[in-house]
């Protein structure tokens, strides 16, 4: 009775009756299902072994996959590690499992459920009709008997989709891991019995697997032969899309009569024609040589040539090559004299061989790698160590025995330890981190799904799940929340972001997983058409425009077709490498390989060629193109240790033990140093000699940092977790970012302000504000003192027109890929064409002087543009640098030379200044033909000076900077003069949020009437406005200069220009604003919103519906709000429309 159910079908009652309704969720005694061992491929080192298991482990080696419903993916699995109740042999040897190698032993007191891992997972024995499920495997076993299962069972709706016959067979036995399927089916071979059996014969006493079958219905069949040598052997796989594969095995003795053929010469040991049994099972020597493709549905006539994998083998009948489709060697293995299957070394194609050394109990003690980390291992009873060549030691110590053994303490190389705590099912509800914080994992009791995470700051996250064990939702500590909804398929209808937009799933074929189409929050709907491999051939978005895609046999994409004629081809070598891609016109880009499968070369459609070298690891060492060359190198740990750039200077970088950046020496000699928590946060930092400390809250978020001991950034989060503000002093001044979110988490508004740090006084004050629609777009951004404005949209978001103060202002015509083609403001008209190949073609516009047609060559460069009065043509290395700019019109001729050394630092013109320097070692430019420059320890600029010979001496810059090297005062000099002097403020986000401008003046002494220069004490000031990383807003004394960007871009639309004075004249408050104040007292978000909705509509003079029933329930008149709206003044304002060239 361990682990079942507390009442089971069958179980007799006092009353001598059997129970017909068993309690599924209710469990008692010890827990069934529980393996021998921990999962061998589940915690692994290096390359890689299992330290809880001391076993060499390979898991997961995917020899070939083709796309489908339930496909027959080929892997491959190894484990030295030895069940003391093995299954036999599998194909691949001893030691190897293949997907399909699940075998289930029927013992009279036991099920032995041997997987694919090479594990004995023990089950009490079932009745018919009886399912049992292993908490710390997290898989259901069942058995046949019932044509349903109560109701009760979480089975119960997966169980009705196997067949009939299935499911009232007693003899069949079923597992799966989820109650959406897939059924793995344990059967046995059908058989051909001999002459003189006695029928019908019994049934062997295990079970085999014989199909997959899917919540759809489909399956995938496992053929076994019937008879002959290789009776009760998988010698063919139909998959669940329909195609057929053909294993082709052998014998040992057939292998033997090869092996004695090829050795007789060499006088090698005989080979025996039968293998005996190891530790790893009895071996009946049945080996899989290769894998055919003999029926395609979809490729009826185009199967390959070639088996799809080919495998060889060792007199012993050990796997030790692997080849691929193209008949390469990509792997091979190598065992111990003495241990049949006790893998000892391995290697891939193109890198170094990997060795393992073993202890008498057959435990991994050391593994080698000659050209990375090697590791060895020390056991001891509850505790393993590993160190690694580096001499960086881990110790895991343990609790547990078997399948419930578990790493409860983990001490890492710093000397930092975390401890984990499990339930008795093996299942993680703790752990404490390495500063002693504890998060707890709270479990379901019944299901054993994750129902709550309590981090150590006391916020939880709640997660809910349906009678599937589908997540239905999950609460975010902020009150935000996901949801899921599913169909009685288990597949997914409908997804709501914690933003509240809503996503919605629709399908068209009851047996597909794969939806039809997609509607997303705007309400747009998404087409999709799949292929009966579940490869997306059609795809048509929310306008009715379509991207078709097409495959070869093996499941890669050929070829993509876009609308507007673009298109885009591929091709494969023999090994499934990508070698060409081509577009609609024939260009074509190329791509080589070497032995390991790394991208060592890339050829493009103008010939120019890109190489790039790799060590024995598959790390890039070198980069060259057009002749100049980059260099890396790296570490035993594959850690980055130095660049080497074209000009041969270097980077260096240096770790600790925990493989963190520590130190930074970069080209020009500067140095940079970190430092970090025990629980991994940077928490010092030290650039020269500027220290920079970094302080956390308990939730781990960012909230100080000073710098050399000052105050530097503050965050502050408000109560649900959210940041607010931050803030510090540039400049003597108090700047501060403020952030306003609705109730679903989304930005609505960025405030950025000045104040006197002493006074408080309020400097400058910049607000951007933006609203959403119900569909969960931006349809309104509000600038600072500028009326909204209004973002047009269709389908998903493509912008289609722009209202400023509810006016019509800019009108878009888009192509079939969404592409702007015109642009109408006004009586303006611009009209954008593009080439074939999707780049910018034209400009033309309805005042033809303004026109401009771009040219590009096959590398994708362009290389010319002209208009009407001018041509600028443009050449380029190659490296793919631009080398020249020739500028041709009616009024000049201009060659524009920009020579550069190889690391791409400006030079001057060779033939012009051969004086001068031709490469700068430390990217520190420090002269030219006009100036000579000069640096601090930093790298930053604090002096220009002037080559030039000028009345009154050569001028002279100087560059003065904050901690975060931001530019902070400037000087211009000549002769110790100041004839201009600049300071600047910067928000904590680094944006430039002011500066002020002193200038000299020359004036005449009144007595001897002798000119002197002296610097005007009041400066000019000028201030900077925001949007996230766009500059919206510049303000001097005299104009407010404000533009709009595109939606998500830094494409500048409309520039508007105010005069200053003016904008005194627009100071109101919203009638929200307003209420708030008179009532003394701040209004809900949604309030808030309710009334800015309110007014909008009090100014057009439409009231709706629901906002009547609101005042109505108020209590107040449409006349009573109008009177509450405080007036506008509307300044003159100057509207502009960009010009933006390709690059926006």
């Given at each position: 009775m361990s682990g079942k159910p507390a009442a089971r079908q069958g179980d007799g009652t006092m009353k001598g009756g059997p129970i017909i309704q068993g309690s599924a969720g209710v469990m008692i005694g010890a827990p069934t299902g529980v393996a021998c061992s921990v999962c061998p491929g589940g915690m692994t080192s290096g390359n890689p072994v299992n330290p809880l298991l001391g076993a060499k482990v390979q898991p997961g080696e995917t020899d070939f996959a083709l796309p489908g419903p339930l496909p027959f993916v080929l892997s491959r699995s190894y484990s030295s590690y030895r069940t003391k109740t093995p299954a036999p042999v599998g194909v691949f040897g001893p030691g190897w499992k293949a997907p399909f190698d699940i075998r289930l032993q029927i013992r009279e007191d036991e099920l032995i459920l041997n997987d694919n891992s090479g594990r004995s997972i023990h089950f009490d024995p079932l009745f018919p009709g009886e399912t049992a499920f292993s908490r710390s495997e997290s898989f259901w076993l069942a058995r046949g008997g019932a044509p349903a299962l109560h109701e009760s069972n979480p089975l119960h709706l997966l169980w009705q989709r196997l067949p009939e016959a299935l499911r009232t067979s007693p003899h069949?036995?079923?597992?799966?891991?989820?109650?959406?399927?897939?059924?793995?089916?344990?059967?046995?071979?059908?058989?051909?019995?001999?002459?003189?059996?006695?029928?019908?014969?019994?049934?062997?006493?295990?079970?085999?697997?014989?199909?997959?079958?899917?919540?759809?219905?489909?399956?995938?069949?496992?053929?076994?032969?019937?008879?002959?040598?290789?009776?009760?052997?998988?010698?063919?796989?139909?998959?669940?899309?329909?195609?057929?594969?053909?294993?082709?095995?052998?014998?040992?003795?057939?292998?033997?009569?090869?092996?004695?053929?090829?050795?007789?010469?060499?006088?090698?040991?005989?080979?025996?024609?039968?293998?005996?049994?190891?530790?790893?099972?009895?071996?009946?020597?049945?080996?899989?040589?290769?894998?055919?493709?003999?029926?395609?549905?979809?490729?009826?006539?185009?199967?390959?040539?070639?088996?799809?994998?080919?495998?060889?083998?060792?007199?012993?009948?050990?796997?030790?090559?692997?080849?691929?489709?193209?008949?390469?060697?990509?792997?091979?293995?190598?065992?111990?004299?003495?241990?049949?299957?006790?893998?000892?070394?391995?290697?891939?194609?193109?890198?170094?061989?990997?060795?393992?050394?073993?202890?008498?109990?057959?435990?991994?003690?050391?593994?080698?790698?000659?050209?990375?980390?090697?590791?060895?291992?020390?056991?001891?009873?509850s505790a393993v160590t590993i160190t690694d060549s580096l001499n960086r030691r881990e110790v895991l110590h343990t609790d547990g025995d078997g399948g419930l053994k578990r790493v409860v303490k983990q001490e890492r190389a710093d000397g930092s330890a975390t401890h984990s705590e499990y339930d008795p099912a093996g299942r993680l509800i703790a752990q404490t981190d390495a500063a002693g914080r504890r998060t707890e994992y709270r479990l379901s009791p019944g299901s054993g799904l994750l129902k709550e995470v309590a981090t150590p700051d006391g916020r939880r996250t709640e997660l809910y799940y349906n009678s599937q064990r589908q997540l239905t939702s999950t609460v975010y500590p902020d009150g935000l929340k996901t949801r899921q909804e599913y169909d009685d398929l288990g597949r997914l209808t409908a997804e709501t972001a914690r933003n509240g937009n809503t996503t919605r799933y629709f399908y068209a074929d009851p047996c597909s997983e794969h939806p039809s189409a997609i509607e997303d929050a705007t309400g747009s709907k998404k087409q999709m058409v799949w292929s009966r491999y579940g490869q997306l051939l059609t795809f048509t978005d929310c306008s009715g425009y379509e991207t078709r895609y097409e495959y070869d046999r093996f499941g890669q994409l050929t070829a993509t077709h876009q609308e507007e004629g673009i298109s885009l081809f591929r091709v494969y070598d023999n090994r499934g490498r990508l070698v060409s891609q081509k577009d609609a016109q024939g260009r074509e880009t190329q791509y080589e390989h070497n032995e390991a499968d790394d991208l060592t070369a890339t050829v493009s459609p103008d010939g120019s060629r890109s190489e790039t070298t790799f060590d024995d690891r598959g790390n890039a060492i070198s980069t060259m193109q057009g002749g100049l060359m980059r260099r890396m190198e790296y570490d035993a740990a594959g850690r980055v240790t130095q660049l080497t750039n074209e000009n041969g200077s270097h980077t260096t970088f240096t770790y600790d033990v925990l493989d963190r950046l520590t130190q930074e020496t970069g080209f020009d000699g500067r140095m940079k140093r970190y430092r970090y928590s025990n629980t991994g946060q940077i928490v010092r930092s030290e650039d020269e000699n500027l220290v920079t400390t970094w302080h956390y809250d308990e939730s781990d978020r960012l909230t100080q940092r000073t710098v050399n001991d000052e105050p530097a950034e503050q965050w502050r989060y408000n109560e649900r977790g959210w940041l607010e503000d931050i803030s510090h002093l540039s400049d003597g001044w108090r700047v501060a970012v403020h952030y306003a979110r609705d109730n679903r988490g989304r930005l609505i508004s960025e405030r950025q302000t000045v104040h006197h740090p002493e006074t408080g006084e309020l400097l400058w004050q910049h607000e951007t504000k933006q609203d959403y629609s119900d569909k969960g777009l931006v349809t309104l951004t509000t600038p600072d003192r500028l009326s909204p404005v209004e973002w047009l949209t269709y389908g998903s978001g493509y912008i289609a027109g722009v209202k400023l103060d509810d006016e019509p202002l800019i009108d878009f015509t888009r192509d079939r890929l969404h592409r702007e083609t015109l642009l109408s403001f006004g009586q303006y008209e611009r009209t954008t064409?593009?080439?074939?190949?999707?780049?910018?073609?034209?400009?033309?516009?309805?005042?033809?002087?303004?026109?401009?047609?771009?040219?590009?060559?096959?590398?994708?460069?362009?290389?010319?543009?002209?208009?009407?009065?001018?041509?600028?043509?443009?050449?380029?290395?190659?490296?793919?640098?631009?080398?020249?700019?020739?500028?041709?019109?009616?009024?000049?001729?201009?060659?524009?030379?920009?020579?550069?050394?190889?690391?791409?630092?400006?030079?001057?013109?060779?033939?012009?200044?051969?004086?001068?320097?031709?490469?700068?070692?430390?990217?520190?430019?420090?002269?030219?033909?006009?100036?000579?420059?000069?640096?601090?320890?930093?790298?930053?600029?604090?002096?220009?000076?002037?080559?030039?010979?000028?009345?009154?001496?050569?001028?002279?810059?100087?560059?003065?900077?904050?901690?975060?090297?931001?530019?902070?005062?400037?000087?211009?000099?000549?002769?110790?003069?100041?004839?201009?002097?600049?300071?600047?403020?910067?928000?904590?986000?680094?944006?430039?949020?002011?500066?002020?401008?002193?200038?000299?003046?020359t004036e005449r002494e009144g007595i001897t009437g002798k000119e002197y220069l002296w610097l005007n004490p009041t400066p000019e000031v000028i201030w900077y406005g925001w949007d996230g990383d766009r500059l919206t807003t510049t303000q001097t004394d005299a104009t407010r200069i404000q533009t709009v960007y595109q939606p998500g871009s830094f494409t500048p639309l409309i520039r508007i220009e105010t005069a200053t004075t003016e904008l005194t004249r627009t100071a109101r408050r919203t009638l929200a604003e307003k209420l708030q104040q008179d009532a003394g007292m701040a209004f809900a978000p949604e309030l808030v919103a309710m009334l800015n909705t309110l007014e909008a509509e009090l100014k057009r003079g439409a009231i709706s519906e629901q906002n009547q029933q609101w005042l109505t329930m108020c209590g107040l008149t449409l006349e009573q709000m109008k009177n509450q709206v405080e007036p506008e003044h509307t300044p003159a304002r100057k509207l502009h429309l960009y010009h933006c060239d390709h690059r926006g």
């Open positions: 069949i036995y079923l597992a799966t891991n989820s109650l959406q399927g897939p059924w793995w089916i344990l059967g046995w071979s059908e058989r051909v019995p001999a002459p003189d059996e006695v029928l019908p014969a019994p049934l062997p006493p295990y079970r085999v697997l014989t199909a997959l079958v899917d919540n759809f219905g489909r399956a995938m069949v496992f053929h076994r032969a019937a008879a002959g040598e290789f009776a009760g052997n998988i010698t063919g796989v139909t998959d669940g899309a329909g195609r057929r594969f053909w294993l082709l095995l052998t014998t040992q003795a057939q292998r033997a009569e090869q092996y004695r053929r090829q050795a007789a010469a060499a006088q090698q040991p005989p080979v025996p024609d039968a293998l005996p049994a190891t530790e790893y099972g009895a071996d009946n020597g049945i080996r899989l040589a290769e894998v055919w493709l003999t029926r395609d549905p979809e490729y009826p006539d185009d199967l390959p040539a070639q088996p799809l994998a080919r495998y060889a083998y060792s007199p012993r009948g050990e796997l030790v090559a692997v080849y691929d489709r193209s008949d390469t060697a990509v792997r091979s293995f190598a065992y111990d004299i003495k241990y049949p299957g006790r893998m000892v070394a391995h290697h891939h194609a193109g890198r170094p061989e990997i060795r393992y050394r073993y202890d008498a109990t057959g435990r991994v003690v050391e593994q080698h790698n000659p050209v990375g980390l090697s590791y060895t291992y020390m056991y001891e009873k064409a593009y080439t074939a190949a999707g780049q910018t073609e034209s400009y033309h516009f309805n005042k033809p002087q303004l026109n401009r047609d771009h040219t590009w060559n096959d590398a994708g460069q362009l290389i010319r543009i002209r208009s009407p009065h001018e041509q600028r043509d443009y050449q380029y290395s190659d490296a793919g640098r631009l080398v020249s700019t020739h500028i041709k019109s009616p009024h000049h001729d201009i060659l524009q030379r920009t020579p550069t050394d190889p690391a791409g630092n400006r030079i001057a013109e060779r033939d012009k200044y051969p004086m001068l320097p031709e490469a700068w070692r430390d990217n520190r430019i420090t002269q030219d033909a006009d100036y000579f420059y000069h640096y601090d320890e930093y790298g930053r600029l604090t002096d220009k000076d002037e080559r030039r010979v000028r009345n009154g001496g050569s001028y002279t810059h100087h560059y003065s900077y904050d901690h975060q090297h931001r530019l902070t005062h400037y000087r211009l000099m000549q002769q110790g003069n100041t004839l201009t002097e600049s300071r600047y403020a910067y928000d904590p986000l680094g944006r430039r949020t002011g500066k002020r401008v002193w200038k000299s003046q």
